[in-house]
Nanobody, 115 residues
């Protein structure tokens, strides 16, 4: 099972980025998909998660600014990030919970927000 992230980069405060993560290499269904982030000197923390039923959950600081979505036909999860702040700067990791196989992680993509 492989996860490939895309869409990270450098953006000014107040700007937007859209992250994408494509899951390949499995014929099993994917349950939850989500995004975590790790800022320098901090632990990896949940940003947003979406279930197979499309129920979502967000970390408090991103509510109203970030939107998670998924395309089940493409085994892809997205994170639309608006009104970005300098404190959103981190490496963002995609994860997927695959039926019968367990959890998998992407290699991470850097998001840098300049103030």
């Amino acid at each position: 099972v492989q996860l490939v992230e895309s869409g990270g980069g450098l953006v000014q405060a107040g700007g937007s980025l859209r992250l994408a993560c494509a899951v390949s290499g499995t014929g099993f269904s994917i349950n939850a998909m989500g995004w975590y982030r790790q800022a320098p000197g901090k632990q990896r923390a949940l940003v947003a998660v979406i279930g197979s039923d499309s129920n979502t959950n967000y970390e408090d600081s991103v509510k109203g600014r970030f939107t998670i979505s998924r395309d089940n036909a493409k085994n892809t999860v997205y994170l639309q990030m608006n009104s970005l702040k300098s404190e959103d700067t981190a490496v963002y990791y995609c994860y997927a919970l695959v039926t019968l196989l367990g959890s998998y992680w992407g290699p991470g993509t850097q998001v840098t927000v300049s103030s």
